[in-house]
């Protein structure tokens, strides 16, 4: 069975833009959360999709949204970025839910200049 | 906050010796969950413990969950270069919900 899957694995972006992060789950896992990385803050929780609704979410500002679609997969974005976004970003699935056995894909390394 | 924090934050040690990390969190659980994630890459997920359990085995992992100090350990048993990693805690509340990891321990197996 594949993994969970994240694209583009890095980008580069200057700050004011905006980006786009895509997950695809295991198949058949209808959850999919997100997760900002930093070496300040460590691993923090964005948002939690299941079945194409936003189920849970962290503190962030609304600058970071989400989505899902009906085959489960997900997309993030980052509205006017700033230095700070600079970060690994991870996603991962689960048949359940976000707060039980969890499958990682590799991230997304964002650096924003 | 029901945060976990690990203990300690790094840690050193020979091949075929044994490694124990601790994690403590603050509130009430419904899990808790241990993941592994090597240099900058993804997680994967390692033992998922409940709260009424005490003890739980993997291979050479064994995790342990003590609800009434709010506190958790895992043991790694015959360390081997490969095991060199971050170990993350994880917990989720009463309902499942807020799922929070801890900062993470930092262990170096040395050949």
């Known amino acids: 069975k594949a993994g969970v899957t994240q694209t583009p694995r890095y980008l580069i972006k200057t700050r004011g833009q905006q980006v786009t992060l895509s997950c695809s789950p295991i198949?058949?896992?209808?959850?999919v959360s997100w997760y900002q990385q930093t070496p300040g803050q460590g691993l923090q929780f964005l948002f939690e999709?299941?079945?194409?609704?936003?189920?849970n979410k962290g503190n962030f500002p609304g600058r970071f949204s989400g989505r899902q679609f009906s085959n489960s997969r997900s997309e993030m974005n980052v509205s006017t970025l700033e230095l700070g976004d600079s970060a690994l970003y991870l996603c991962?699935?689960?048949?359940?839910?976000?707060?039980?056995?969890?499958?990682f894909g590799p991230g997304t390394r964002l650096t924003v200049t | 906050s029901q945060q976990g924090e690990e203990d300690p934050q790094a840690l050193s040690i020979q091949e075929g010796e044994n490694a124990t990390m601790n994690c403590s969190y603050k509130?009430?659980?419904?899990?808790l969950q241990w993941y592994r994630q090597n240099s900058g890459r993804g997680l994967v997920h390692l033992i998922l413990?409940?709260?009424?359990?005490r003890e739980k085995h993997s291979g050479r992992l064994r995790v342990t969950l003590d609800t009434s100090k709010k506190s958790s350990s895992l043991l790694i048993t015959a360390s081997r270069a490969a095991d060199t990693a971050s170990y993350f805690c994880?917990?989720?509340?009463?309902?499942?919900?807020?799922?929070?990891f801890g900062p993470g321990t930092r262990l170096s197996v040395l050949p």
């Open positions: 991962a699935s689960s048949w359940t839910g976000y707060s039980y056995e969890q499958y």
């Open positions: 198949s058949g896992h209808r959850s």
């Open positions: 999709y299941f079945s194409e609704t936003q189920r």
């Open positions: 509130t009430s659980i419904n899990n």
């Open positions: 413990i409940r709260s009424n359990e």
């Open positions: 994880a917990t989720a509340d009463n309902y499942g919900q807020n799922f929070v």
